[in-house]
């Protein structure tokens, strides 16, 4: 009888846990390079890879940073739609630097990130957040339902383990999940992209993979469950060498700064913008490594100088040359990570333009809406919102992708969900009756629990009590030497 109960309760689990909608996990591994596969240190990643849909690369957006393209991916839109211009901009309005904050995000209210459009089709659609870049934010005056603000600390499996319970709530069960872990990012701009120690994190990856395959087939959510795992730009290597002070090229107290290695924004104060042109750019022709554009050069398919955040003038060293930040920022990594700094010395560096090919990011897919042993031509980052509205089964919003070039990973036949066909698959015919009978009993139950009106956030303090705590720390890693 005791067996009985224990059959008939994780049946209702299975029953009433899981989202009706299409579910959809989208997972970021910071600066994952497109060939870090190359190193055959991912061996769970490489089968998933081609076991799904994959692409040799990505085409980021520029600049090749954390943030924009965090953002990117989110909304479909280009940096100079969405303000998310670097990760950090000069806010000449306030006149003050802005770095990671509410206001990054929010250069216009009328952009809905995926997880937000997800939520807004109502019908008990859950989006959740581990660590997205951005989404601990309100937008339009709303919190996602599940957020986990950014926290280096917490464990990688305790980040899968509250995915899943997101994925399973009995009463709110996400559909969609966004899954950021900070890393080869964190460490590569210390140790840089060849280091011993990103070797240890790639496997580390593959590892957290591994599990989370593992625990959605665990809860049996594995073949309903698309995961989309992709990078927001890759890495190089660069050497003290090749570090450029810029600062002696400008006069001191004639413009502001934002931004890190290699492309810094100048935002030059009123009556200074030719001289700080001309003064960068005769330094740049002396230095011969970096180069300067003026907001009416930059490149078209930058997408880069139609908003007001975007700098009157933008600094970039050439590929395998930093800034004036990483003069600073090396001696820092070398005390804090207890290495001798020497000329050998490599440091992780992206936010090059997006055509340089250790820019790129990687891509694959899998799930039911995937098709399988599969490859496509490199396609876009903003063409990622099409991919996550086609398998969320949501409408279209005006983006700058193209559907054109994600219609290919989708399979034929899109994943059909239905408690039924669940339920045959996972019990067979015998316990069917015996299950009717539960889903009265499981409605009755739902029903008095709704009544209990226990918040999310009080329920997921109940169930993680060590993992939510108050304080924002955000991209704490960008505020030690400014970097993501
Ligand atoms: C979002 O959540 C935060 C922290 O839990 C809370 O302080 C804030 O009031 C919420 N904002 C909205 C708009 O619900
Ligand atoms: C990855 O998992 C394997 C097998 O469980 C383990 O031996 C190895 O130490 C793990 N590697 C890392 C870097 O966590
Ligand atoms: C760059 O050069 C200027 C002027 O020579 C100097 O004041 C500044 O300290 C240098 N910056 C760094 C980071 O070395
Ligand atoms: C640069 O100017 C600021 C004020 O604009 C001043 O506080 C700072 O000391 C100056 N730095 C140098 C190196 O002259
Ligand atoms: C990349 O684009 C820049 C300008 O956007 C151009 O100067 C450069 O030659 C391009 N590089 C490659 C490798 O295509
Ligand atoms: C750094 O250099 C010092 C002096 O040469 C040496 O004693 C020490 O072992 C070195 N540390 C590391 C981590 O290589
Ligand atoms: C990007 O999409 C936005 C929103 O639809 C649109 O306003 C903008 O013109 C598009 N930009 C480009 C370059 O297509
Ligand atoms: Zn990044």
């Known amino acids: 009888m005791i067996f009985k109960i224990i059959v008939l309760f994780s049946l209702l689990n299975i029953v009433y846990s899981i989202s009706n909608h299409p579910i959809l996990i989208v997972v970021s591994y910071d600066a994952f390079r497109y060939n870090f596969f190359d190193t055959k240190l991912v ?3 490489e089968r998933l890879k081609k076991a799904g849909t994959y692409a040799d690369y990505l085409i980021n957006v520029f600049p090749t940073k954390t943030f924009p393209n965090h953002h990117s991916i989110a909304t479909g839109l280009y940096a100079e739609v969405h303000g998310v211009v670097g990760n950090s901009y000069f806010d000449q309005k306030k006149h003050i630097k802005q770095k990671m904050g509410f206001d990054m995000f929010h250069y216009n209210e009328d952009i809905i990130p995926i997880w937000r459009w997800n939520e807004d089709q109502g019908d008990d659609r859950y989006s959740g957040s581990m660590m997205w870049p951005g989404a601990i934010y309100p937008y339009q005056g709303k919190n996602v339902t599940y957020r986990q603000e950014f926290d280096p600390e917490m464990d990688w499996n305790k980040r899968v383990d509250t995915i899943i319970s997101w994925l399973t709530d009995p009463n709110k069960p996400a559909n969609l999940v966004m899954f950021y872990i900070e890393e080869p990012d964190t460490h590569a701009h210390a ?5 011993e120690k990103i070797r240890e994190l790639l496997q ?3 590892n957290i993979t591994a599990y989370l395959e593992e625990q959605l087939e665990k809860h049996n959510l594995a073949d309903k469950t698309n995961v989309i ?5 890759g890495l190089v290597a660069v050497k003290p060498p090749n570090f450029i002070n810029t600062t002696q090229y400008m006069t001191n107290g004639t413009y502001n700064k934002a931004g890190s290695t290699p492309c810094f924004q100048i935002y030059p104060k009123e009556g200074y913008e030719q001289t700080i042109y001309d003064s960068l750019k005769a330094g740049s022709i002396k230095n011969g490594h970096f180069k300067v554009y ?9 997408y880069y100088k139609k908003n007001p955040r975007s700098p009157p003038i933008l600094i970039m060293a050439d590929v395998g040359y930093g800034l004036d930040d990483l003069i600073i920022n090396a001696p820092w990594y070398a005390k804090h990570y207890k290495f001798n700094l020497t000329d050998d010395s490599e440091f992780g560096v992206h936010g090059y333009d997006y055509n340089v090919s250790d820019m790129h990011p990687f891509f694959m897919a899998r799930g039911p809406k995937i098709k399988k042993q599969h490859k496509v031509a490199p396609f876009h980052t903003v063409d990622l919102y099409n991919l996550f509205t ?7 919003v005006p983006n700058n992708g193209s559907m054109g070039n994600i219609v290919d990973i989708l399979s034929d036949k899109p994943g059909r969900y239905s408690i039924g066909s669940i339920l045959i698959v996972t019990v067979g015919g015998v316990l069917i009756a015996l299950l009717l009978i539960s889903v009265a009993a499981a409605v009755a139950l739902i029903i008095i629990k709704r009544q209990q009106t226990i918040t999310t956030a009080a329920a997921l303090n109940k169930r993680f009590p060590q993992t939510f705590h108050n304080n924002i720390i955000e991209a704490q890693h960008l505020l030690e030497p400014e970097d993501a």
Do not use: T, V
């Open 204 to 206: 580390k990856l593959d």
């Open 294 to 302: 003026q907001k009416k050069n930059y490149p078209k398919n930058w």
């Open 229 to 233: 795992q992709l990078s927001d730009h």
């Open 390 to 396: 086609e398998i969320l089964e949501l409408p279209q």
């Open 191 to 195: 140790f840089g992209p060849n280091s």
């Open 43 to 45: 061996p769970n990643m």
